[in-house]
């Protein structure tokens, strides 16, 4: 047991650092610098394929492909695969100890499905040229793999349960959903390019509502920049899909300040409160400087960043609290009340 406790707290470590230098290796246009999978020009590092690298920059020096870019783009597929080799090892350590009940082992082997299906993601976005569907679905599944190892980690370490109210509850459930929900529309945002279609803020080219076209912007099976029939995708379209994001910040940011405000009343749950505002205000502040600025690689790969941090306190803040269950013979009461009632009518 304290090994598989030992593994879940690096797993999740290292999946935070694989999700944040992934969103790096994208922003920094790396993402097909070996252009083939799982090796870079079919060796096993840039250093042994060094010549091959150097004919293709020499040929295209605007392209993708370069030495240091082979090199993110390499770094990243390492910290993966150790990864899911840590994975492994803990899927084997929870069936090993799968009586205890700290322990799930079912998500814990669930875990190696998502692994898999993230390796073929991390395959498709190279060999299908950076489409935005499986850029985007490569972030979910990280995403994904980050949140169950929290949970994970979490129900291990016997982190204690906190009884709310079912409506403090349910809308510490909505305020998650909607925040995986934001942090899609995020991912979809920087696989299209789109963070720079609106300059300025709060408005987007000097309106509340920009003109922009969402049929295009949101067909999800198309190539990076292209609409379904193959045009270039129009700056309409790139602003709908920046102003959606938006749009989705300021309604899980509202639903998010409420569920700040039921935690910050509430004792025991009051740090909690101030641990989400925190992360909330400084993942607010980074998206604001990341238009105003004009979106340097520093502050957009702290804004990928800042979304880690918000979905790890979400899913914190949802393993502590469970609804109130009713006092034992309450719902007899109620019956026998409702009887009389019936009898005195």
């Known amino acids: 047991m304290p090994l598989y406790r030992r593994l879940l707290l690096v797993a999740l470590a290292l999946t935070a650092v694989v999700v944040v230098f992934g969103a790096y290796v994208r922003l920094s246009d790396a993402g097909l610098g070996c252009p083939d999978w799982p090796g870079c020009y079919g060796q096993i590092s840039p250093h042994h394929a060094a010549e091959d690298i150097s004919a293709t920059h020499a040929a295209n020096p605007q392209g993708p492909v370069s030495a240091p870019k082979a090199w993110k783009e390499m770094i990243h597929r390492y910290l993966a695969g150790t990864l899911g080799l840590l994975i492994l090892a803990i899927a084997a350590q929870a069936w090993r100890c799968r009586s205890h009940p700290a322990v799930a082992w079912r998500i814990a082997s669930a875990l190696i ?147 700040v405000w039921v935690l910050s009343r509430r004792q025991g749950t009051q740090a909690a409160g101030f641990v989400l505002l925190g992360a909330l205000s400084l993942q607010i502040g980074l998206g604001i400087a990341n238009v105003a600025i004009g979106l340097p690689l520093a502050l957009a790969v702290a804004h990928n960043a800042g979304a880690v941090v918000l979905l790890l306190v979400l899913v914190w803040i949802n393993y502590r609290l469970r609804a109130m269950q009713a006092p034992a013979g309450a719902g007899r009461r109620r019956d026998d009340y409702a009887r009389r009632e019936n009898a005195f009518a």
């Open 113 to 259: 499905a998502v692994v898999v299906v993230q390796g073929l993601l991390g395959k498709w976005t190279v060999t299908l040229l950076l489409k935005p569907a499986i850029v985007t679905a490569h972030l979910i599944g990280g995403l994904t793999t980050l949140g169950l190892l929290a949970w994970l980690a979490l129900r291990a370490h016997g982190v204690a349960r906190l009884e709310l109210p079912r409506g403090a509850v349910a809308l510490a459930r909505v305020a998650f959903v909607l925040l995986a929900g934001q942090i899609v529309l995020g991912g979809w945002t920087s696989t299209n390019y789109a963070a720079l279609a609106c300059a300025d803020f709060p408005t987007c080219q000097g309106s509340l509502w920009p003109a922009a076209d969402y049929l295009n912007a949101f067909h999800v099976v198309r190539e990076l920049g292209m609409t379904a029939d193959g045009q270039s995708l129009s700056l309409a379209a790139l602003t709908a899909i920046h102003w959606a994001h938006r749009l989705g910040a300021l309604l899980a940011g509202t639903v998010l300040l409420a569920l």
